[in-house]
């Protein structure tokens, strides 16, 4: 029996490359008001962005406890081994949660194979990984095989480099101070920021979209490896021409012919808001 590959809404996986796989999703909580939707099958990304530009905001919450151990012990109760890539836990309790759990269903069924991942990812950073533990599993590699994969070489060297159309949206959430967000909205900065450890961290400030386009584009080349080959990850708030500017300016400079281009989901979008794009490759 191959390894089941299960991840959460806030991998921002297409829906097709998702079927294709055979890869389980479980939604996060989207809330709005006093109404909560799961992600992707209550409410979809345009619909988000439709409402945080109305002027409405919206909150999330982790993947409800039951749901979560209603799919481990479904898939359990098969005597299927599966792995579970969650998104980080220094974004959400998600992966907590769901350790707690696995932990207990393990009890109940000890012969099975199960784990679950701290991605230490967001958006494509993770969905990129269940996309390559899911080809393994379809190659008839084993659990720990696709373990061992998973930990030498996406969850140490996947990089996230973003950047935000909106810093008031970072500044709800936490992720910069109020004057920040005030005096970049004024100037036009634009940050761009990346995934350390699990958690949002800025490293630099610019002046102007196309100039942040350009120095992603050069990000790339101070930190990636094999970029003509391996498969580039572009994600985007209800941004899609933004994000076919980026894909054609990684093209046009290193060659790469192989990439996933998403939109950023209700989850990490409530928290982003839109013009968000995001970058997603391995480094060195």
């Known amino acids: ?79 299927q081994p599966f792995i579970y890539i969650a998104l980080s836990s220094g974004i959400s309790g998600t992966y907590q949660s769901a350790a707690i759990i696995k932990n207990e269903v393990q009890e109940e069924y000890p012969d099975v194979q199960m784990e679950v991942i701290d991605s230490k990812a967001a958006s494509l950073g993770y969905g990129l990984m ?66 350390e450890d699990g958690k949002l961290v800025p490293i630099e400030k610019i002046r102007g979209k196309n100039k942040v386009t350009k120095r992603m584009v050069e990000i790339m080349q101070e930190r990636g490896v094999n970029l003509q080959s391996q498969v580039i990850g572009i994600s985007h708030g209800d941004d899609l021409e933004s994000a076919e500017k980026l894909k054609s300016a990684i093209q046009e400079t290193y060659g790469s012919e192989h990439f996933v281009i998403h939109e950023v989901g209700a989850t990490i979008g409530s928290h982003s808001g839109p013009g968000t794009l995001a970058l997603f490759f391995l480094n060195k």
């Not at 996406?154 to 935000?164: A, D, G, K, S």
């Open 130 to 195: 269940a996309i390559h533990a899911a080809e393994l599993a379809e190659k008839g590699e084993g659990f720990e095989e696709i373990l061992e994969s998973l930990n030498s070489k996406y969850l140490t060297h996947m990089e996230h480099i973003f950047t935000v159309d909106d810093l008031e949206f970072l500044q709800r959430g936490g992720r910069v101070s109020k004057a920040s967000a005030f005096f970049g909205g004024m100037l036009k900065i634009k940050p761009v920021l990346h995934v």
């Open 1 to 79: 029996m191959t390894v089941k590959i299960i991840t959460d809404s806030a991998s921002d996986l297409p829906e097709d490359l998702a079927r294709k796989h055979d890869i389980d999703i479980m939604p996060l909580m989207v809330i709005i008001g006093d109404q909560e939707y799961y992600d992707r099958e209550e409410i979809q990304a345009k619909e988000l962005y439709k409402t945080l530009r109305e002027g409405t905001m919206a909150k999330t919450s982790q993947i409800p406890p039951a749901r979560i151990r209603e799919t481990f012990t479904k898939y359990a109760k098969m005597g």
